[in-house]
């Protein structure tokens, strides 16, 4: 049974940094794109940054030029690294995993979820 679990969430200060990680265990992910979602209160879980098996990645706009996402495959652990961040960037913050070797950014795409970790960012 595949697993996700997140951690690394916290609250910081706007301007500031944190780095959220991800750990799958219970399969094998050779092949399979990973990617970070979030969801900030009544609004959908959206897109923020996707990594492909072979290292291939792709960020919403929102967050290009200051989120850094990367994954060590021989850990199965996917990292996302987020700077400057934003008030607006307050949300829950899901790792997820899609049997497809490409980057989608489409939620339904995606076949395992963690349970989310919370980053809140106070202005």
């Known amino acids: 049974q595949v697993q996700l679990a997140e951690s690394g969430g916290g609250l910081v200060q706007a301007g500031g940094s944190l780095r959220v990680s991800c750990v799958a265990s219970?399969?094998?992910?050779?092949?399979?794109?990973m990617g970070w979602f979030r969801q900030a209160p009544g609004q959908e879980r959206n897109f923020v940054a996707g990594i492909r098996w072979s290292g291939g990645t792709d960020y919403a706009d929102s967050v290009k030029g200051r989120f850094t996402i990367s994954r060590d495959n021989a850990k199965n652990t996917m990292y996302l690294q987020m700077n400057s961040l934003k008030p607006e960037d307050t949300a829950v913050y899901y790792c997820?995993?899609?049997?497809?070797?490409?980057?989608?950014?489409?939620?339904?795409?995606?076949?395992?979820w963690g349970q989310g970790t919370q980053v809140t960012v106070s202005s």
């Open positions: 219970g399969g094998t992910f050779s092949d399979y794109s």
């Open positions: 997820a995993v899609s049997r497809s070797q490409w980057i989608l950014r489409r939620s339904t795409a995606y076949d395992y």
